[in-house]
């Protein structure tokens, strides 16, 4: 007498629903902490992570894309309201 696979399927269901509403508390928990203790996102402080753990805190687009789960495209929003702020500084790369 086991798990049908109905069951299975529905336990499998239930893990990952569980799985997700923690996650959603825990970044919700996150983003009020920086938000109040630095002014960031957690999504802002993803990004300033990524580059700190590079030699001269650079990095370019597209690995960083990679690194913080955006698109190029949303990476290239974040980074340019980053760099209005004064947070970072893009510097052109001489090689693109």
Do not use: F
């Given at each position: 007498?086991?798990?049908?696979?109905?069951?299975?399927?529905?336990?499998?269901?239930?893990?990952?629903?569980?799985?997700?509403?923690?996650?959603?508390?825990?970044?919700?928990?996150?983003?009020?902490?920086?938000?109040?203790?630095?002014?960031?996102?957690?999504?802002?402080?993803?990004?300033?992570?990524?580059?700190?753990?590079?030699?001269?805190?650079?990095?370019?687009?597209?690995?960083?894309?990679r690194a913080t789960a955006l698109s190029p495209s949303a990476t290239?929003?974040?980074v340019n309201r980053l760099e209005r702020r004064?947070?970072?500084?893009?510097?052109?790369?001489?090689?693109?």
């Open positions: 007498m086991g798990l049908k696979d109905d069951d299975v399927t529905e336990l499998h269901a239930h893990g990952w629903r569980t799985l997700a509403a923690l996650y959603g508390l825990i970044e919700g928990e996150l983003e009020q902490a920086l938000q109040a203790t630095a002014g960031l996102s957690v999504v802002e402080y993803t990004v300033l992570d990524a580059l700190s753990r590079q030699d001269g805190w650079q990095m370019r687009m597209q690995p960083l894309a290239t929003r974040l004064g947070l970072l500084q893009r510097i052109l790369c001489a090689d693109d």
